[in-house]
T-cell receptor, first 115, second 110 residues
Framework: NAGVTQTPKFQVLKTGQSMTLQCAQDMNHEYMSWYRQDPGMGLRLIHYSVGAGITDQGEVPNGYNVSRSTTEDFPLRLLSAAPSQTSVYFC??????????????FGQGTRLTVV | TQLLEQSPQFLSIQEGENLTVYCNSSSVFSSLQWYRQEPGEGPVLLVTVVTGGEVKKLKRLTFQFGDARKDSSLHITAAQPGDTGLYLCAGAQGTDKLIFGTGTRLQVFP
């Protein structure tokens, strides 16, 4: 069972470069989201999607773009990388956030360093 | 400032001790979850509580959702080294946002 797959696992970028973090899930989940986790801290919501074609901003959306053209994929794009974006990025999916559907399944994370 | 504040931020205890982790907010949540995360991995769900005042037990772990659905607690009885990890609470806002707390890092020494 693949679950949620994130690529790459590690990435080093130079300031100003752009890149896309990939996320795919095979559980037919409607809800997908991206979080960043800084050292020793909890997760902060960047963007989320409640279904194909629908995305919205979370707590810390600046500097990031998302799109959701299919149910399975939810890529996160860094437009112009900055050192403040050095973090571990997690993608998550769930059936939804209604009662009984809320369990979020996470990928293994992408560790991004911007120099 | 994160919406969900956890305390304490760090906890270092001996095997066999009891502990409580708190998750507080000024916002109301439709449900509250607790996750545990180990190094290099994504968080894994422990429990979901939905009703104000609800108490759920998972072996040595007891979870409580506040009556007003703004806060929660996690109590571990007789902690073991295998309980070591980062504990995260997460609140569902309506049906579209899952917001995580600031995290509590627990270390249990043999």
């Amino acid at each position: 069972n693949a679950g949620v797959t994130q690529t790459p696992k590690f990435q080093v970028l130079k300031t100003g470069q752009s890149m896309t973090l990939q996320c795919a899930q095979d559980m037919n989940h409607e809800y997908m989201s991206w979080y960043r986790q800084d050292p020793g801290m909890g997760l902060r919501l960047i963007h989320y999607s409640v279904g194909a074609g629908i995305t919205d901003q979370g707590e810390v959306p600046n500097g990031y773009n998302v799109s959701r053209s299919t149910t399975e994929d939810f890529p996160l794009r860094l437009l112009s990388a900055a050192p403040s974006q050095t973090s571990v990025y997690f993608c998550a999916s769930s059936k939804g956030l209604g009662q009984g559907d809320t369990e979020a399944f996470f990928g293994q994370g992408t560790r991004l360093t911007v120099v | 400032t994160q919406l969900l504040e956890q305390s304490p931020q760090f906890l270092s205890i001996q095997e066999g001790e009891n502990l409580t982790v708190y998750c507080n907010s000024s916002s109301v949540f439709s449900s509250l979850q607790w996750y545990r995360q180990e190094p290099g991995e994504g968080p894994v769900l422990l429990v979901t509580v939905v009703t104000g005042g609800e108490v759920k037990k998972l072996k040595r772990l007891t979870f409580q959702f506040g009556d007003a659905r703004k806060d929660s607690s996690l109590h571990i009885t007789a902690a073991q080294p295998g309980d070591t990890g980062l504990y995260l609470c997460a609140g569902a806002q309506g049906t579209d946002k899952l917001i995580f707390g600031t995290g509590t890092r627990l270390q249990v020494f043999p």
